[in-house]
């Protein structure tokens, strides 16, 4: 189902479908940690911009067929790098959130990676698993998405994990 599933550099004409994704509630109550306001298209603008700039950031757009299906990102959190993903809700379920994250972690080879999931987001936590990605702790912070506090888990890829050996 996912053969014809891949990634490219984000380009200008991307954002549009990024942004009309972005719009779906429910998509944004699993997240959790979205922007403060999903339909502030300049505040998503701007936040694509100043990530775009930066040169330690990798951003790719996820593609079935010629469809943008959603993003996938790796970037700096103070000394770790850390992945994020968002999959159009309507294609949900089929296996592009895993093989983008696996095509990504093939083009990033710095290990370890880390990444954060709500504990209540299962298919998030799925997807990571299937990826290799190991709890090593938990979290909590403001959640945009929900408007609350909300618990999180902490994963790592560690070093030395499988998805190296293309390396």
């Not at 880390?114 to 799925?126: F, I, M, V, W, Y």
Request: charged share 25%; proline share 6%; hydrophobic share 40%.
């Amino acid at each position: 189902m996912t053969s014809e599933l891949r990634l490219r550099p984000v380009r200008d004409e991307d954002l549009s479908a990024f942004f009309a994704h972005q719009q779906d509630p429910e998509a944004n109550w699993m997240a959790a940690f979205g922007p403060a306001d999903p339909a502030d298209r300049a505040a998503f603008d701007a936040h694509w911009a100043r990530i775009r700039a930066d040169p330690r950031i990798v951003n790719r757009t996820v593609l079935a067929g010629d469809e943008v299906v959603g993003y996938v990102a790796a970037f700096p959190v103070d000394e770790q790098t850390e992945v994020s993903y968002w999959i159009d809700p309507r294609r949900w379920g089929r296996g592009h959130a895993t093989a983008a994250l696996t095509a990504l972690l093939r083009e990033v080879p710095q290990r370890p990676v880390h990444a954060r999931a709500a504990k209540d987001n299962r298919a998030s936590l799925a997807v990571l698993r299937k990826c290799g990605f190991v709890v090593v702790g938990e979290d909590s912070g403001y959640a945009h998405g929900r408007g609350t506090e909300v618990q999180e888990w902490v994963l790592e890829l560690p070093a030395g994990s499988a998805d190296q050996h293309d390396h």
